[in-house]
Every structure is written in structure tokens, then in C-alpha cells.
């Protein structure tokens, strides 16, 4: 069984910063490639960033290219996505996910597994 469970969401001004993490309990991310989307009230879930199995490769949309990181730690069975000069439009829950199949991935249907989401609000 897969749980994803994020964490590290909150309130947060523009221009500041934030570090989501993603963790699975019960079982080991080695051998799988992980992503980060959001979706804000009102508005579809929405790509965020992928990081490949090996962590070699990495993807970012265009809306967050250059501000937010994303990263992996696979003996601690967590992915993170470092969030900086953060925008009142990068407000929305965040949630993980994990595909079984595909070396990195860009879209909702490649990914299997997904936790629940954690909120981020950025203010002005």
C-alpha cells in the first residue's frame, strides 16, 4: 500500500519562501519517478514539476521555471519541492504523486499514487 503524505504547507507573503516535502511510509521511491501539481479553486489540477527515478533529470512548468526546485532524498523515502519568490497565483494545494511506469512525467494520468495535498496561500 502507497501513502503519500505531504507536508510543509502554510501562509506565506510574496516574495517568500516555502519547502514542501512528500513521504512515503511504506515503501521505498528508488525505482520510481515523482511529481508535484496543484490546483486552485475554480481551476484544473495543473503540472508543477517531475523528477526522473535516478533524480538525473528533472522538469519544471513554465509558470515556476527558474523559482521552484524540486528534489529527492531516497533513503529517507521523501521528495521536496523548495519554493521561492513565491507569487499570490502559486496559491493552491499541492499535492505529490508517484508513477510506477514511466521514467518522468508531465501528466496526471502517467502517475498512480497521490496524497492528499497540503495547502499554500501567498499573500500580498
Known amino acids: 500500500q502507497v501513502q503519500l503524505v505531504e507536508s510543509g504547507g502554510g501562509l506565506v507573503q510574496a516574495g517568500g519562501s516555502l519547502r514542501l516535502s512528500c513521504e512515503d511510509s511504506?515503501?521505498?521511491?528508488?525505482?520510481?519517478?515523482m511529481g508535484w501539481f496543484r490546483q486552485a479553486p475554480g481551476k484544473e489540477r495543473e503540472f508543477v514539476a517531475a523528477?526522473?527515478?535516478?533524480?538525473?533529470?528533472?522538469s519544471f512548468a513554465d509558470s515556476v521555471k527558474g523559482r521552484f526546485t524540486i528534489s529527492r532524498d531516497n533513503a529517507k523515502n521523501m521528495v521536496f519541492l523548495q519554493m521561492n519568490s513565491l507569487k499570490p497565483e502559486d496559491t493552491a494545494v499541492y499535492l505529490c504523486?508517484?508513477?510506477?511506469?514511466?521514467?518522468?512525467?508531465?501528466?496526471?494520468?502517467?502517475?498512480?499514487?497521490w496524497g492528499q495535498g497540503t495547502q499554500v496561500t501567498v499573500s500580498s
Open positions: 504523486a508517484l508513477t510506477k511506469y514511466r521514467n518522468i512525467a508531465v501528466t496526471q494520468r502517467e502517475y498512480d499514487y
Open positions: 511504506g515503501r521505498t521511491f528508488s525505482k520510481y519517478a
Open positions: 523528477i526522473s527515478r535516478s533524480g538525473a533529470s528533472t
